[in-house]
Nanobody, 123 residues
């Protein structure tokens, strides 16, 4: 199996930045697509960003221009640089991995999930 461990969450003031990391271990395949999702209290888990093994990426409209996803295939690690954070960005952020190479935006399209890292943006 593949294990995913997120890190980098914390408390930040509105307008600040955080960099999340997701390290994969186990039977990892660098060509697998990776994604970031988040879940705020009382809300459904929502798509944030995804990236293919070649670097092709996509973002939710709510984070375009503020977040940047990247990956280091040699380290089996994906990153999410979050800038200009807003209180609405608050939530638990999860990284996910799918066995296919193409990016996807729905939770059911991913096969492995991390435990999540909490991000709190204070107004």
């Amino acid at each position: 199996q593949v294990q995913l461990v997120e890190s980098g969450g914390g408390l930040v003031q509105a307008g600040g930045s955080l960099r999340l990391s997701c390290a994969a271990s186990g039977r990892t395949v660098s060509s697998d697509a990776m994604g970031w999702f988040r879940q705020a209290p009382g809300r459904e888990r929502e798509f944030v960003s995804a990236i293919s093994w070649t670097g092709r990426n996509t973002y939710a409209d709510s984070v375009k221009g503020r977040f940047t996803i990247s990956r280091d295939n040699a380290k089996n690690t994906v990153y999410l640089q979050m800038n200009s954070l807003k209180p609405d960005d608050t939530g638990v952020y999860y990284c996910a991995r799918r066995v296919l190479t193409t990016i996807a935006t729905s939770t059911y399209e991913y096969d492995y999930w991390g435990q999540g890292t909490r991000v709190t943006v204070a107004s």
